[in-house]
């Protein structure tokens, strides 16, 4: 009998824990980024071949250092990133032939090449895109998940970091910002 009741007690105690797990509202996503109002750390991202004409085989954040960013991590099996990519893509329509910079960086992903052409192609992407197959950059911009997109003004400094996918209202505001 005792048996039971203590059975009984944990699957209660269990599902009290559950419960408060479900009820206790939002996570909190609005972590502050370490980075933000900071210079944005530096990479040498390998970019995927069908970049290399445009852009080269890699990309250098700090060369790029005059012109402003916007900085997206995603992974192939993320379900917001397939949200925002052709918000992306078409906000990058807009805005290539100005000195904007649009950076996609495939992370937690690991070498997943297949599964980021695929993505790429469902969106038509043509901004640069590169694979952070090791998580490096991630790790040392302090990133929470994915998808995170960084916006980052012309001196390269970390002006936003927008965790979830981007909108275009972010955009619209983020952009107006970093091309003051």
Not at 1 to 29: D, S, Y
Not at 41 to 49: A, Q, R, S, T
Request: with cysteine; aromatic share 12%.
């Amino acid at each position: 009998m005792t048996r039971i009741v203590l059975i009984v007690v944990g699957v209660a105690l269990l599902g009290g824990l559950f419960a408060f797990g479900l009820l206790r509202g939002e996570p909190n996503r609005d972590i502050p980024s370490a980075i933000v109002g900071k210079q944005a750390p530096n990479f040498v991202l390998p970019l995927y071949e069908r970049f290399h004409p445009d852009f080269g085989e890699s990309l250098e954040l700090a060369a790029q250092v005059g012109r402003p960013m916007v900085v997206n991590f995603w992974a192939s099996w993320c379900a917001p990133c397939y949200e925002e990519a052709p918000v992306l893509q078409s906000y990058w329509e807009r805005f290539q032939d100005t000195d904007v910079l649009f950076v996609g960086i495939q992370t937690q992903d690991r070498q997943q090449y297949d599964a980021g052409r695929a993505f790429m192609d469902q969106f038509g992407l043509s901004f640069p895109n590169g694979m952070d197959d090791a998580s490096a950059v991630s790790v040392e911009w302090g990133l929470f998940g994915v998808p995170e997109t960084y916006f980052i003004n012309r001196d390269g400094t970390v002006e936003y970091r927008l965790v979830g996918p981007v909108t275009a209202a972010v955009l619209d505001e983020q952009l107006a910002a970093i091309l003051r």
